[in-house]
């Protein structure tokens, strides 16, 4: 089971943070959230224009029917920073920002990634779901983010390829989103 210490931590009801430590370089980490190739490896299929103003497409994998989200790069430092922002729009992406922070230290870099949504958000897929109300974050989509950075970057930097994710992870991502699940109700509802 999942470890509090593991969990990202919430802000605050609209917003979650991961800190998140890889024995790699900046630069590999750098290249793996911003290359198109390797994002379709751990993450999912994007377009992404890398500059301010530039165009981000993120295309769901598995999910028949839904939209691509569209979004715009907000800020950037190269090798640095790299933060999206998504309006309201027609897909089943949340409004808001994704932001992406490397910093190098002894042992490789940490990644603080941060998701911050809309206070009027409400999940288009399982709003049943979302335990906080509007404007608070999804458990499901809690747990989605910690095994993007958890197992599937780390999977990737270490060298593994397609398939990235298992049906154990199904089960992992299961008791997390559970773990969300009552620290939402319990703390931020």
Do not use: N
Not at 31 to 49: K, Q, Y
Not at 109 to 137: E, H, K, M, N, Y
């Amino acid at each position: 089971m999942t470890t509090d210490a593991e969990l990202g931590r919430f802000v605050d009801r609209h917003t979650i943070r991961f800190e998140l430590r890889y024995p790699h370089g900046p630069e590999a980490v750098w290249r793996a959230i911003t290359d198109p190739a390797s994002l379709a490896v751990w993450f999912m299929p994007m377009e992404l224009d890398l500059r301010v103003g530039g165009r981000v497409v993120l295309h769901y994998r598995g999910q028949p029917g839904t939209r691509p989200a569209v979004g715009e790069v907000s800020a950037l430092e190269d090798g640095a920073l790299l933060e999206y922002r998504f309006e309201k729009g027609p897909w089943d992406w949340p409004e808001g920002t994704l932001r992406f922070e490397v910093v190098p230290d002894d042992s490789g870099c940490r990644l603080v990634f941060t998701q911050s949504i809309a206070p009027d958000t409400v999940w288009s897929v399982d709003p049943d779901g979302q335990v906080g109300g509007p404007g608070t974050l999804h458990p499901g989509a809690c747990a989605g983010w910690q095994a993007f950075f958890q197992e599937g970057l780390s999977r990737f930097l270490d060298g593994r390829t397609a398939p990235i994710y298992g049906t154990e992870d199904d089960v992992v991502m299961a008791q997390r989103a559970g773990r969300y699940r009552d620290i939402i109700a319990t703390t931020i509802a």
